[in-house]
């Protein structure tokens, strides 16, 4: 089983950035998605982004596309998120998670994902 750890959150005002890691210790498979996901407060669990190890694809959330970047570290097993043009609307927990299947299935799957982590804390405030 793969152990997930994301780490990077803080506080940072708007229009900042932030990057966001997420080390993975386990086996791992090329195919296997990795993704970010975000529970604003009061609000259900969102996906942001997802990747595979292989890099052969990749999705964005609407509200992700042009302002985060997804990326991988192959040798670490680590997986970044990095963020810009903060807004008070990407203040969140954010998580991260892994699937086999690639990322149009993670996508459609992870409502049902039952093993989160702690995830990290993103505030964006002035």
């Known amino acids: 089983q793969v152990q997930l750890v994301e780490s990077g959150g803080g506080l940072v005002p708007p229009g900042g950035s932030l990057r966001l890691s997420c080390a993975a210790s386990g086996r791992t498979f090329s195919s296997d998605a990795m993704g970010w996901f975000r529970q604003p407060p009061g609000k259900p669990r969102e996906i942001v982004a997802a990747t595979t190890w292989s890099g052969g694809s990749e999705y964005y959330a609407d509200s992700a596309k042009g302002r985060f970047t997804i990326s991988r570290d192959n040798a670490k097993a680590t997986v970044y998120l990095q963020m810009s043009s903060l807004t008070n609307e990407d203040t969140a927990v954010y998580y991260c998670?892994?699937?086999?299947?690639?990322?149009?299935?993670?996508?459609?799957?992870?409502?049902?994902?039952?093993?989160w982590g702690q995830g990290t804390q993103v505030t964006v405030s002035s």
């Open positions: 998670n892994t699937s086999p299947g690639g990322v149009a299935t993670m996508v459609d799957r992870y409502p049902s994902f039952r093993s």
